[in-house]
């Protein structure tokens, strides 16, 4: 099933109008609500190498690297803004946690790049590894492959009598988010979520295949793409989400009943005073999403 330039809901989607929730978010009044960025003043790059990388260099220098992502974290500078994680080879990568990157970390933009013939990633813990951003400026994304990914995020409600929400990548309270040449597949969980975002959504030339909820019952998730907005207040907030050239093919949610259990290829969620959201798809493919 192809699908060019439609600002809409499709079967595979779906489009809820909820009441206010009880929630303490409220991204309106936060500073990037309009999803204006600050100026970067100054900027930092480490280098991951899976191959030759050692997890006791300082990982700034493409001639020291270090080995995995989760060390790479860690040399984190206070003292800088932005931070660039540059991948120098497309060997596999294994992952074993749940990594949060948040603004609370001083810098307020990051980057991840992996080589053009793509990084691999692959999580190897099947209850709680992946990628958490929070209360990002500026988050890219590109040339990476993430594998049997998922983590359990417990603040996110689902619906359906569930106490939390499983992911592979997760954005919460964010802005201005671009991915581009991604592949999320095999999640035990939703492959993206993006809660509450704000500014410029971009997706370019991915593919979400075979993310489902397979962890237990008692946990929701699944589904090629999340997007919940569950803003209390907002008036001004103004948030586009562009995707193209993405395929979705056979994800699957968490069975339940009523409307929660619909949206396998893409879910989206607009609850309390959520406003200005502009969704749109252009030339993408859905095949046996459920």
């Known amino acids: 099933m192809l699908c060019t330039t439609v600002v809409a809901v499709f079967v595979l989607f779906s489009l809820l109008a ?9 991204l309106c009044n936060q500073l990037h609500c309009q999803g204006k960025r600050n100026k ?3 900027q930092q790059n480490v280098y991951i190498d899976g191959v030759r990388g050692l997890d006791r260099s300082d990982c700034s220098r493409d001639t020291s690297p270090c080995k995995t992502l989760e060390y790479a974290l860690t040399k984190r500078d206070s003292n800088k803004t932005a931070f660039n994680i540059i991948f120098l080879s497309s060997s596999v990568l294994l992952m074993s946690l749940m990594e949060v990157i948040s603004n609370h970390d001083t810098f307020a933009e990051i980057s991840i790049s992996g080589q053009p013939n793509m990084t691999y990633i692959q999580c190897s813990n099947q209850s709680d590894s992946g990628l958490y951003f929070r209360g990002m400026k500026a988050v890219t994304i590109r040339n990476v492959v ?18 939390g929400y499983s992911m592979a990548i997760g954005f919460m309270e964010s802005a201005n988010i671009t991915i581009t040449n991604v592949t ?18 971009q997706i370019f030339n991915s593919n979400f295949t075979g993310n489902a909820a397979i962890i237990n019952d008692s946990i929701a998730g699944g589904g090629g793409i999340l997007i919940q907005a569950i803003f209390q207040s907002c008036t001004s907030t103004q948030t586009l989400y562009h995707i193209q050239n993405c395929s979705f093919v056979q994800n699957s949610i968490s069975s339940c009943d009523g409307l929660y259990n619909q949206g396998g290829g ?25």
């Open 18 to 26: 909820l009441p206010p929730s009880n929630g303490n978010i409220s």
């Open 40 to 42: 970067v003043t100054e």
């Open 146 to 163: 993430l594998e049997d990914c998922g983590w359990i995020n417990l603040n996110i409600t689902s619906g359906c009598d569930k106490s």
């Open 184 to 201: 999320i597949r095999n999640s035990h969980g939703v492959g993206l979520a993006l809660i509450n975002s704000a500014g410029q959504i």
């Open 266 to 290: 893409v879910k989206i969620f607009l609850e309390g005073s959520s406003c200005s959201n502009h969704v749109t798809f252009v030339d993408c493919a859905f095949n046996s999403n459920r």
